[in-house]
């Protein structure tokens, strides 16, 4: 019974390891990508920083510290606001906590690589930061965040330890795509003849926030728009970032873990539900139903996932 628990704890671990890796990346890639997003639009237009607390789903806690969503306040509260547990400076202090308790299942200078990049959050994020200085210090974030991802690939075995790792990945990544997508489809300018050209910057902003502006040009021959756009980045099962991709690699990923019938029955249920789904044509309330659908579909995969290797209960012995 304690093997089985010490077994499920390094598990659980390795998870949440991976889904804040994934969590600091995606939230300092989505400040940046905010910021240009301000400096293409006019003043005039009613776009600024709270859809990023949205995308967070952070309304209420955000609300219950600050009155306004400026953008020195909103900043602060996703870099290195203590009372966030879903900051950037919080994200990577439970990373770090998570690797300290796991370091021998990795290789030995991957607890460095982490420790590292909590020394320079905390530094570089400190204090008052002028744009440009949040900037390169979230760039210098992200970078640290791929060179650890890269070493951990390259360099730790990938068996058991390995897939509960990407498994937390896959989950956190598609949770933020499909939180990334409804905040900013619902936030898109109206389609009035003075604004129509710059619904075509919004949706740049959301390619470039999953890293699939390029990829986009490769693969679609459309211009950027919002069916296309859609369908690229909902059931694309080649761009990593992509809901699809993510819940296939989800699916392959548990297939490789032993007694993973119940979270498979529901990763497969949820590949059914996308591929029935017809996702270009889907807009405005219909498209938002359809996220909640997936986020709906996303908690239950992480559920049974919990269930099976998180919660050890061991069976009672017969008197």
């Known amino acids: 019974m304690i093997k089985h628990q010490t077994l499920s704890r390094v598990a659980e671990r390795l998870y949440w390891l991976g889904r804040y890796i994934e969590r600091i990346e995606s939230t300092a890639r989505l400040i940046t990508v905010n910021s240009n997003l301000l400096m293409d639009l006019p003043v005039r237009l009613p776009l600024g920083w709270q859809p990023l607390i949205d995308i967070m789903g952070s309304e209420e806690l955000f609300e219950s510290h600050h009155k306004e969503a400026t953008e020195r306040n909103v900043v602060r509260f996703l870099t290195s606001d203590a009372n966030n547990p879903g900051s950037i400076v919080s994200s990577i202090h439970r990373a770090r906590e998570n690797a300290r308790t796991v370091r ?22 400190s204090g008052q930061l002028s744009r440009t ?107 990593p970032r992509a809901y699809a991709r993510c819940l296939q690699d989800i699916r392959r990923t548990l297939r490789a873990l032993p ?18 789904a017809d996702v270009r044509e889907r807009e405005g309330e219909t498209l938002h139903a359809f996220i909640d659908d997936c986020q709906v579909a996303l908690a239950e995969l992480h559920d049974e996932i919990g269930k099976t290797y998180f919660y050890f209960k061991p069976r009672r012995r017969r008197a």
């Not at 020394?119 to 570089?124: D, G, H, K, S």
């Not at 959301?206 to 693969?219: F, K, T």
């Open 259 to 276: 007694r993973s019938d119940r979270p498979l029955r529901a990763c497969n249920r949820t590949i059914r539900s996308l591929k029935q």
């Open 104 to 125: 021998d299942t990795m290789p030995r200078v991957t607890f460095e690589y982490i420790n590292d990049l909590y020394l320079y959050a905390r530094t570089e994020l």
């Open 133 to 239: 200085r949040c900037v390169e210090a979230l760039s210098g974030i992200t970078r640290r965040v791929q060179q650890l991802e890269g070493f951990l690939s390259a360099n730790m075995v990938h068996g058991e330890k390995w897939n509960f790792l990407r498994l937390g990945n896959y989950i956190e990544r598609a949770d933020m795509t499909t939180r990334i997508i409804d905040v900013r489809s619902r936030d898109l300018l109206l389609e009035s003849s003075d604004l129509l050209p710059f619904q075509n910057i919004q949706w740049r902003s959301v390619l470039r926030s999953l890293y699939a502006m390029q990829s986009y040009y490769a693969s679609m021959n459309e211009p950027i728009d919002r069916a296309p756009v859609l369908e690229f980045l909902f059931t694309n099962t080649e761009l």
